[in-house]
């Protein structure tokens, strides 16, 4: 099945868990549990040592509030993007979340994920 497939709901289904996990894990910089539902390619280019440096150096990744608004989706290829409206614990704005999710040997998996 090709992800695109899926009706909004059934992917926030999914996508909506996934982000509150991520943000959790970012926030108390759990490498191991922020890289659970990974892509095996995503997890290659997300080793511990970069990911930890951004625990590390970044506010926003240990910041993120638990709120959060669904945007839109942007389907393409075999991929779906799901866009999120984040906010900082703290600081004052928005950022924008983005997860992409597909399909990897039969289950669905991140294959990106940013703020910005």
């Known amino acids: 099945m090709n992800i695109t497939e899926k009706t909004d709901e059934e992917i926030l289904e999914i996508a909506d868990p996934w982000w509150d996990e991520l943000v959790k894990y970012s926030n108390n910089a759990n490498y191991l549990r922020f890289i659970k539902n990974f892509s095996k390619s995503l997890r290659q280019g997300a080793n511990e040592m970069e990911i930890g ?11 993120i509030s638990k709120e959060r ?48």
């Open 53 to 63: 440096k951004q625990f590390a150096r970044s506010d926003l990744a240990r910041n």
């Open 69 to 116: 608004d669904f945007l839109g989706m942007i389907r393409r290829g075999e991929y779906v993007t799901v866009l999120y409206r984040a906010k900082h614990k703290t600081k004052e704005g928005e950022w924008l979340g983005r997860m992409v999710l597909g399909y990897e040997d039969g289950e669905v998996k991140i294959f990106g994920v940013s703020l910005f």
